[in-house]
């Protein structure tokens, strides 16, 4: 059974970097053909798909947040990371981290955190 969980700070002051870092257990994040995405969803709104990093250490991102968006990895802690820098109210929302698969299903979600931006 994969597990993921979230962590990192709730509450980020604007123009900052936000970091959040997912701990995966039950499987390898190198283990080949799947992604490990990062997902958000602010208040009242839809989820929001922020980018991932794949098993090869390859990673996509969304076009809206590429030009601040970082996500990297630590194979031997099996945890990834996603930075999101010069961040604004409209990047409160709750993250998550998740898993998806070749057929790009996400079959593992973490429980989301909460992150505000406020000052």
């Known amino acids: 059974q994969v597990q993921l969980q979230e962590s990192g700070p709730g509450l980020v002051k604007p123009s900052q970097t936000l970091s959040l870092t997912c701990t995966v257990s039950g499987g390898s994040i190198t283990t080949n053909w799947y992604f490990w995405s990062w997902i958000r969803q602010p208040p009242g709104k839809g989820l929001e798909w922020i980018g991932y990093?794949?098993?090869?250490?390859?990673?996509y991102y969304s076009p809206s947040l590429k030009s601040r968006t970082s996500i990297s990895r630590d194979t031997s802690k099996n945890q990834f990371t996603l930075q999101l820098w010069s961040v604004t109210p409209e990047d409160t929302a709750v993250y998550y981290c998740?898993?998806?698969?070749?057929?790009?299903?996400?079959?593992?979600w973490g429980q989301g955190t909460q992150v505000t931006v406020s000052s």
């Open positions: 990093m794949a098993f090869d250490g390859r990673t």
């Open positions: 998740a898993r998806e698969d070749l057929g790009h299903v996400n079959d593992y």
